[in-house]
């Protein structure tokens, strides 16, 4: 059974940092691709980070480009994002995704809140 575990997100003060992490099981890590989405309220979900299987490449939303981070871990099927200078338009929910091909089935975690504010 695949399955994505987001950590913990939290409540960050603008201009703050925090790291989120998934950890996949049930799958094959290092084939996979593996992305960062997040939600507003009433929105769809925005791809805000995205890496290939074996890390060599990263692709950033314009709007956290600079700011935020993805990398990965294969030897502990991890992926993680690190947020930095977050900002209150940062305020969403979360979620890590693995795909294996690029139009093949996205699998889900389950996604984590993220709060800024002060």
């Known amino acids: 059974q695949v399955q994505l575990v987001e950590s913990e997100g939290g409540v960050v003060q603008p201009g703050g940092s925090l790291r989120l992490s998934c950890t996949a099981s049930?799958?094959?890590?290092?084939?996979?691709?593996m992305a960062w989405y997040r939600q507003y309220p009433g929105s769809q979900r925005e791809m805000v980070a995205h890496?290939?299987?074996?890390?060599?490449?990263?692709d950033y939303s314009d709007s956290v480009k600079g700011r935020f981070t993805i990398s990965r871990d294969n030897s502990k099927d991890t992926v993680y994002l690190q947020m930095n200078d977050l900002e209150p338009d940062d305020t969403a929910v979360y979620f890590c995704s693995a795909r294996l091909t690029p139009r093949g089935v996205i699998t889900w975690g389950r996604g984590t809140q993220v709060t800024v504010s002060s």
């Open positions: 049930g799958i094959s890590f290092s084939l996979y691709s």
């Open positions: 890496i290939t299987p074996l890390g060599e490449k990263t």
